[in-house]
T-cell receptor, first 117, second 111 residues
Framework: EPEVTQTPSHQVTQMGQEVILRCVPISNHLYFYWYRQILGQKVEFLVSFYNNEISEKSEIFDDQFSVERPDGSNFTLKIRSTKLEDSAMYFC???????????????FGPGTRLTVL | LAKTTQPISMDSYEGQEVNITCSHNNIATNDYITWYQQFPSQGPRFIIQGYKTKVTNEVASLFIPADRKSSTLSLPRVSLSDTAVYYCLVGLTGGGNKLTFGTGTQLKVEL
């Protein structure tokens, strides 16, 4: 079965540094998402992306965050100046609304654990 | 957005059937009910989705009464590997719609 992949699996950074989290979506998927999960808390939506632009973003997704598909395959999440509270698991998810068979299922990647020191 | 309520935790033993009920009293007409499973340090994984009545796949069954104000995820003959957090989500489906997760139900399966 096709999978969403994410790199790195674990990223440690100093507060104030920029980080880029990478996701390779399933090849024929058209919608892309980032979610995060702070340790012990629930999964939170950050942003959705379709047709090379943001469809929706949450309050968490402030000016420090950005997303792009720089080469038509990778989907990246950039945090410009990390804060301690950005420490979390970041999950990429993708969806192909055309398949129909799985009722518009979002496929999640394994996540990147971001630790901000 | 429909609020969902589900038990915080449940315990079971291998081979038993587990039923997790989710309440969603203010579900909207166009909302679907979707269940995801999450293992520790992994991303959520789709289990099943339904709109009304009963849906069954190779993993689980989903029972939805006529008023749609609740739903029950049924896992037949659980094993240790079914130990996970199970999330009930209610909302629109389709590419433009985000998933809104609650706190989920931590299912623990023991020998």
């Amino acid at each position: 079965e096709p999978e969403v992949t994410q790199t790195p699996s674990h990223q440690v950074t100093q507060m104030g540094q920029e980080v880029i989290l990478r996701c390779v979506p399933i090849s024929n998927h058209l919608y892309f998402y980032w979610y995060r999960q702070i340790l012990g808390q629930k999964v939170e939506f950050l942003v959705s992306f379709y047709n090379n632009e943001i469809s929706e973003k949450s309050e968490i997704f402030d000016d420090q965050f950005s997303v792009e598909r720089p080469d038509g395959s990778n989907f990246t999440l950039k945090i410009r100046s990390t804060k301690l509270e950005d420490s979390a698991m970041y999950f990429c998810a993708t969806l192909n609304p055309l398949t129909g068979g799985r009722n518009n299922e979002q496929f999640f990647g394994p996540g990147t654990r971001l630790t901000v020191l | 957005l429909a609020k969902t309520t589900q038990p915080i935790s449940m315990d079971s033993y291998e081979g038993q059937e587990v039923n997790i009920t989710c309440s969603h009293n203010n579900i909207a007409t166009n909302d679907y009910i979707t269940w995801y499973q999450q293992f520790p340090s992994q991303g959520p994984r789709f289990i099943i989705q339904g709109y009304k009545t009963k849906v069954t796949n190779e993993v689980a069954s989903l029972f939805i009464p006529a008023d749609r104000k609740s739903s029950t995820l049924s896992l037949p003959r659980v094993s240790l590997s079914d130990t996970a957090v199970y999330y009930c989500l209610v909302g629109l489906t389709g590419g433009g719609n985000k998933l809104t997760f609650g706190t989920g139900t931590q299912l623990k399966v023991e020998l």
